[in-house]
């Protein structure tokens, strides 16, 4: 992606949004008031423009229900409703016109292209297709690399594996959460999903591609390649794996990326390309959605920039480790720093570990990280041992693990909702 090609799309957005979008109009009133009649920002003024939240989207909504004012066309324009999932809080209702929806399906366009699906494959889509994105554009962008769709909505996972397996899909989207689920229904029903024709799994909807210890679970339980692709329903499908180690590429024709260094404070966003080695917190711009665009939207996700050209040969920027958790996710448990995917990481090296939950237990102002596990195979109490002895080797962090009887912890279709760190 040329820097003058994407400059001027850039130009092209925020115009269309100075013009006739009310939210943008009202964030930039004070910047607009001091600029003469007529002014746009200009590529190089991006920096100029204050940050996007989610905190401010909601708030939005709930001054303008039910769609807020961040509308660049008129409500009829619109043809595609859809809602965030609410896992972080009130879910968002966000919209798309005929030319936005084919934005996100070029989008997704690329990510099968990188995970090598192409005409001649079945894609399965074991997803309920309510009004959570999910993957309602990867199902329909497989058309645009000439594989066949093939729809999982409305079905038990059993049903759904007999589904897969009869049409021969070699192909499968899922979260890494359901993925390791239809495994797990797998082997109770007989179906031996790695002598089966599945070459790649791709995931998306939480951290699992790029965490070792989940990928190798997916990997070995499906006989197939698992990469991950990032994206959110505000944002769009913004970045895909390569297969090169835990490379994850963000998709520079269609996203002006920014990184906003760990610490905070006063630290300046650095354009991508200009943090290699540097950590922080991922901002991004969408250029193809200027019916109802985010500008310059912090994420909320922790990333670390790769340095160098990618070994795949693509040119864009790349994130070392994919996402690497949450802002707004990590909880500091008696001094350590606990992120979900080191936790995630440590209980998926366990193949008897079926299932678990993780929990902070406060009292009297001490927390104490509790995990709970569902024991598939062997000793349980044993398996809690040594689980807890691999988490303090990792995090300098004594956990409290806990068998519990199978079965009864919660399986997840969508987002898993396994830690309550709060």
């Known amino acids: 992606m040329s820097e003058v090609r994407q400059a001027g799309r850039l130009g092209s957005l925020l115009a269309a949004v100075v013009a006739g979008n009310s939210f943008y109009r009202e964030k930039y009133r004070e910047l607009l008031a001091a600029r003469p009649p007529g002014w ?74 990188a995970a090598g699906v192409s005409a001649g494959d079945r894609v399965f889509v074991p997803f309920s297709f309510g009004p959570f994105i999910g993957f309602w554009a990867g199902f329909e962008a497989a058309g645009r690399v000439g594989a066949m769709a093939i729809p999982g909505g409305g079905l038990d996972s059993a049903r759904r594996l007999e589904l897969m397996v009869e049409c021969g899909a070699t192909a499968v989207v899922a979260t890494p959460t359901y993925a390791l689920h239809l495994a797990e229904v797998a082997r109770a029903e007989g179906i031996d999903l790695a002598a089966g024709p599945v070459r790649v799994t791709i995931h998306a909807g939480e951290p699992g591609a790029n965490v070792p210890n989940v990928k190798a679970r997916i990997e070995a339980a499906w ?59 991922l901002v991004l711009t969408n250029l193809g959605r200027s019916c109802s665009p985010v500008i310059r939207y912090r994420t909320a996700d922790l990333v670390a920039v790769g340095a160098g050209r990618c070994p795949c040969g693509r ?108």
């Open 223 to 281: 006989g197939a390649r698992a990469v991950d692709h990032v994206g959110a329903t505000e944002v769009g499908p913004w970045g895909y794996a390569c297969g090169e180690a835990d490379h994850l590429h963000v998709n520079e024709a269609e996203f002006l990326a920014e990184l906003l260094p760990a610490g905070g404070g006063d630290a300046r966003p650095l354009p991508l390309r200009e943090a290699a080695g540097e950590s922080g917190e």
């Open 315 to 422: 040119d864009s920027a790349f994130l070392a480790g994919g996402v690497l958790g949450r802002v707004d996710g990590m909880v500091v448990v008696r001094g350590i720093n606990v992120f979900p995917s080191a936790i995630e990481d440590a209980v998926r090296g366990f193949a008897a570990i079926a299932e678990f939950e993780v929990e902070v237990e406060r009292s009297r102002e001490l927390a104490e990280l509790v995990i709970r596990i569902e024991v598939a195979d062997g000793d349980p109490a044993a398996v809690a041992r040594e689980l807890a002895g691999s988490v303090h080797r990792r995090l300098a962090l004594r956990p409290r693990v806990e068998p519990v009887a199978a079965g009864s912890l919660p399986r997840y279709e969508l987002k898993a909702r396994r830690f309550k760190l709060a």
């Open 40 to 113: 746009v920002p200009s590529a190089a003024e991006l920096h100029e423009l204050p940050f996007t939240t989610k905190d401010e989207l909601v708030a939005d909504q709930a001054r303008h229900p039910p769609f807020g004012s961040n509308h660049t066309v008129p409500l009829d324009r619109f043809i595609r409703l859809h809602r965030t999932s609410g896992t972080t809080g009130r879910p968002l209702f966000w919209l798309d016109t005929p030319e936005s929806w084919a934005w996100w399906l070029d989008c997704w366009a690329e990510i099968y292209r």
